[in-house]
C-alpha cells in the first residue's frame, strides 16, 4: 500500500493544477476540464477497492470545495471510477491479465492503449459527473454533448500529464 514521494508529490501538482484550471480558465458550459481521473487511476495496484473508493471519494469532495463546485458531483465520479478502474484497466489494456504495467501512461502503455483506456476511463466519469451536474430538466443531447467535449478535452490533457508520470520503482 506504499506510495513513493515522486508519485505523491506528482499527484499533488495535478491536483493543484485541477483547482487552477477550474478555477482560472472559462470553457463555458460545454466542457468541463478535469485531471481527477488521472490522480484516480494512478493509485497504486496493491489498493484494493475498499481504499480506492474512500481515497477517491475525499479526493473529489476535496476538489468540490476547492473550486467552489457542487458538493458531492466529483465525489460521486471519483468513487465510480475508484470502483472500476481495476476491471477496466484488465478489460482494456490487459485482458488476459499479462500486463503488469500498472502506472497507465503513454511510456508504459503506447499511444494507442493509452487512449483508449483514458477514453473509457473519461467517459464513466464525465457521465457521472455530468448526470449529477445537471440533474434537472437538462436536454438529454446537452449532457451527451457536453460528457463526449469534456471526455476529448481530458483525454488529450492526460495523455499529455501522462508522460511526467514518475515510473514505478
Known amino acids: 500500500m506504499r506510495i513513493s514521494l515522486a508519485h505523491l508529490v506528482y499527484y499533488l501538482l495535478v491536483f493543484v493544477l485541477q483547482v487552477l484550471l477550474t478555477n482560472l480558465v472559462d470553457t463555458g458550459l460545454w466542457v468541463t476540464l478535469t485531471l481527477l481521473p488521472l490522480i484516480v487511476i494512478g493509485f497504486p495496484a496493491t489498493w484494493d477497492v475498499r481504499i480506492t473508493m474512500p481515497v477517491g471519494f ?73 448526470l449529477l451536474d445537471g440533474f434537472t430538466l437538462t436536454p438529454i443531447l446537452f449532457i451527451l454533448a457536453r460528457t463526449a467535449l469534456s471526455t476529448l478535452a481530458g483525454v488529450a490533457l492526460a495523455a499529455l500529464l501522462s508522460l511526467f508520470i514518475p515510473e514505478r520503482s
Open 58 to 130: 475525499v479526493l473529489g469532495l476535496t476538489a468540490d470545495l476547492a473550486t467552489g463546485g457542487v458538493p458531492g458531483t466529483s465525489a460521486a465520479a471519483c468513487v465510480a471510477l475508484a470502483a472500476l478502474r481495476e476491471p477496466l484497466y484488465r478489460g482494456i489494456v490487459s485482458p488476459d491479465g499479462q500486463n503488469p504495467a500498472w502506472t497507465p501512461s503513454v511510456r508504459t502503455l503506447g499511444i494507442w492503449t493509452y487512449l483508449k483506456f483514458a477514453l473509457a476511463v473519461y467517459a464513466l466519469y464525465m457521465l457521472v459527473f455530468v
